[in-house]
C-alpha cells in the first residue's frame, strides 16, 4: 500500500523557534519521489522541494532543511528561526507510478508574532 | 504565480447536477492531474491526463470524468452531484517524478 503519514496534525510557535514537521512514508516501489508542498490561507499549492528514492542527501534552503532516511521512511522538514509568513498548511506527498502522488493529510503550522 | 489558472473561482450547485471545471497552464506541460481536497484533508488524486488521453486514476466513481485539449488545457466533469462532492477541486500540471504546478482551485459547493 502507499501511503504518507503526518502525525502532526498542528503545531504552534513563537516566531523565530525552529520547528520540524514530520513525514513517514509507505510504499513498495523502489523508484518513488518524495515532495514537501506548502498551502497557504489562499489556498494555492506552493512546491517547496522534491527528492527522489535514490538521493538520501539531507538539503538545505535558505531556513529550510530536509532530513530523508530511507531506514526509516521519513523524509522531514525543519523550519529555522521561523516567521510569522510561514504560517501554512504544509503537506507532504509521495509519487509512485502506481498510484501516481499521495498526500498526507497535512501538518497546519501557526506561526505566533 | 504557477501560470496555472481554473474557473471557476467558486460554483454552488444542487444534488444530482452535473459540474465542469477548467483549468489552463501558460507552460505548456502535457501532464494534467485534478484533485478534490475536502475541508482539512488533504488533496485526494482523481486522475491524470498525458497527451490527452487518461493514464491514471484514483478511487472516484467514474461520474468523474476528464478531457484534455490540444493545448493541454482540461476540464473535469462531475456528473449526478453528491453532498460530498463538496470540496475545493485543485488541478496540477507536471506528472508524478517532477514538481507539480497547482492552479488556485474551484471550490464547489453542493446543496
Known amino acids: 500500500a502507499q501511503k504518507v503519514t503526518q502525525a502532526q496534525t498542528e503545531i504552534s510557535v513563537v516566531e523565530k523557534e525552529d520547528v520540524t514537521l514530520d513525514c513517514v512514508y509507505e510504499?513498495?516501489?523502489?523508484?518513488?519521489?518524495l515532495f514537501w508542498y506548502k498551502q497557504p490561507p489562499s489556498g494555492e499549492l506552493v512546491f517547496l522541494i522534491r527528492?527522489?528514492?535514490?538521493?538520501?542527501q539531507n538539503e538545505i534552503s535558505g531556513r529550510y532543511s530536509w532530513n530523508f532516511q530511507k531506514s526509516t521512511s521519513s523524509f522531514n522538514f525543519t523550519i529555522t528561526a521561523s516567521q510569522v509568513v510561514d504560517s501554512a498548511v504544509y503537506f507532504c506527498?509521495?509519487?509512485?507510478?502506481?498510484?501516481?502522488?499521495?498526500f498526507g493529510p497535512g501538518t497546519s503550522l501557526s506561526v505566533i508574532p | 504565480e504557477t501560470g496555472v489558472t481554473q474557473s471557476p473561482t467558486h460554483l454552488i450547485k444542487t444534488r444530482g447536477q452535473q459540474v465542469t471545471l477548467r483549468c489552463s497552464s501558460q507552460?505548456?506541460?502535457?501532464?494534467v492531474s485534478w484533485y478534490q481536497q475536502a475541508l482539512g484533508q488533504g488533496p485526494q488524486f482523481i486522475f491524470q491526463?498525458?497527451?490527452?488521453?487518461?493514464?491514471g486514476r484514483g478511487n472516484f466513481p467514474p461520474r468523474f470524468s476528464g478531457l484534455q485539449f490540444p493545448n493541454y488545457s482540461s476540464e473535469l466533469n462531475v456528473n449526478a452531484l453528491e453532498l460530498d462532492d463538496s470540496a475545493l477541486y485543485l488541478c496540477?500540471?507536471?506528472?508524478?517524478?517532477?514538481?507539480?504546478?497547482f492552479g488556485p482551485g474551484t471550490r464547489l459547493t453542493v446543496t
Open positions: 496540477a500540471f507536471g506528472g508524478y517524478s517532477y514538481e507539480q504546478y
Open positions: 510504499t513498495r516501489d523502489t523508484t518513488y519521489y
Open positions: 507552460s505548456g506541460h502535457n501532464t
Open positions: 506527498a509521495l509519487g509512485t507510478s502506481y498510484d501516481k502522488v499521495i
Open positions: 491526463y498525458y497527451r490527452e488521453e487518461e493514464n
Open positions: 527528492r527522489n528514492s535514490f538521493d538520501e
